[in-house]
């Protein structure tokens, strides 16, 4: 099933393929030394080499081109022997060589696929290559009223460009496409996969058909840097295009912004032909070569990938199929979700991790990476409720003060003496002078009015301050009221 | 394979170098001298050899994955026209 967009004419099938710019997790950029890290003061991570100075050579970073092969196995994709980097040549203030290094007609990875899942069932979306190039920098224009601001620390960073077939048929499956994308490289390690930093942007190419009809001419929206504007822009720009056509207007191949504010797609210029970057082999890089030992050794450690984690989630520990879903969504969520479950109900520990952290966090606004209880302190409170010390009620009190404090469970017990009474001999005392002081009630009790098993509960929780054993009360109660 | 004058007109505005019609002219005759001479190799039949990206031999030389550059702002800046701050700053470039 897809989704149809349906226009006065009839009805109008999306096509979509996505490129998806990850940068690659590592120290130092792809040709320089100079380090890779976020948020640094302008231009303090730029070698002589990012910066284009003439003379300069660029030498390749061996754990970038391990990453984008970690990535391209994850894909099940095909790992190129050689390829070749080539000059992509255009003049921009932030791209101070004047060319860009890409992969063009060679690139590392060739063809892969990744699986999504849509509610009504799993696709399987083909990509078609990875190829690794390097970023530009940043520019500035709402700085300064009449100069552009530049700063080149982004300049030479490492990008897997990974790019999609057009498998896509709504905007829906391109952010569920993006997601698993996203998902699938964190679980690999290649890529932190975080859209507010800018360390995963995606285009969308969007075009318009008649149901299985030629493809149509697509326009390709820029730089979307959420996966909830993805899946805005190309539902605005499905139903622009379907506009245009049936009011007797062609598709122009153009480039197109999304303007978040809005909710809508602009144009932005007309896309320049390939044949224009006038790309050419680059003369100071000689092609890589991968050998079988090096791609061996990189398929031998591979981590479990999500699909694989999710469904041994499933099969090993019982649990339910959202609730495996949501927790292989990041890999340091399943990592937690197993680190609680280890020696506990591992359904009981899903539902804590679930419910009550992440209900927590997300109050708090807090990720899982900056919690301030960890699998250890809360695995603490869920077995002081296995064994009894304390009864699933007070369990709750105990988390939240545990959350705001980041106090072991034990210790907030303890300062707040809510020990549950489990020994039966004395919970058995309690009951039998409960039962003395309101001799009427038990009287009534015993000639059908065993609604009243209920004050009797309260009157000896009320002595207890809530921490006897309501299971042990409610036993104790029943054996003494039936005699 | 040869050049028009246009071609060469947008080759030469894409690279951003300045030609005047006089040179734009011998331009025009200068490269498709060369893609003359190019067109004369390409007479040789090389069907059954392997493209030479190297006369070396030698492998791509690569490095390991460590910082060992950058931290030097004013080096990278001291030869901007003009600057703000840390910033390089250029006529506005806005699209």
Known sequence: MSTLVSGSTGDWEVVVGLEVHAQVRSESKLFSGASTRFGAEPNSQVSLVDAGMPGMLPVINRECVRQAVRTGLGLGAKINRVSVFDRKNYFYPDLPQGYQISQYTRPIVGEGSLRITMPDGERVVGIERIHLEQDAGKSMHDQDPSRSLIDLNRSGVALMEIVSRPDLRSGAEAAACLRTLRTLLRFLGTCDGNMQEGSLRCDANVSVRRPGGELGTRCEIKNLNSIRFLQQAIEYEAIRQVEVLEDGGKIIQETRLFDADRGETRSMRSKEDAHDYRYFPDPDLLPLELSEDFIAGIAASLPELPETRRNRFVSQYGIGEAEADFLVTEPEIADFFEALADGRDPKLAANWLTTELFGALNRAGLPLSKSPVDAGTLGGLIDLVADGTISGRSAKDVFSEMFETGQAAETIVDARGLRQLSDGAAIAALVDAVLAEHGDKVAEYRSGKVKLLGFFVGQVMKQTRGTANPQLVNEILRERLAG | ?95
């Open chain 2, 1 to 95: 394979m040869s050049l028009d004058r246009e071609t060469v007109r947008q080759t030469a505005l894409l690279a951003r170098i300045r030609l005047d019609e006089d040179r734009l002219e011998r331009m025009v005759g200068e490269l498709n001298g060369i893609l003359a001479w190019i067109d004369q190799l390409n007479e040789v039949d090389t069907s059954s050899v392997a493209p030479l990206a190297s006369v070396t031999g030698h492998a791509l030389p690569t490095r390991a994955d460590s910082v060992t550059d950058g931290n030097d702002a004013e080096a990278v800046l001291t030869n901007a026209p003009d600057r703000v701050g840390g910033y390089f700053a250029v006529p506005k470039v806005v699209e």
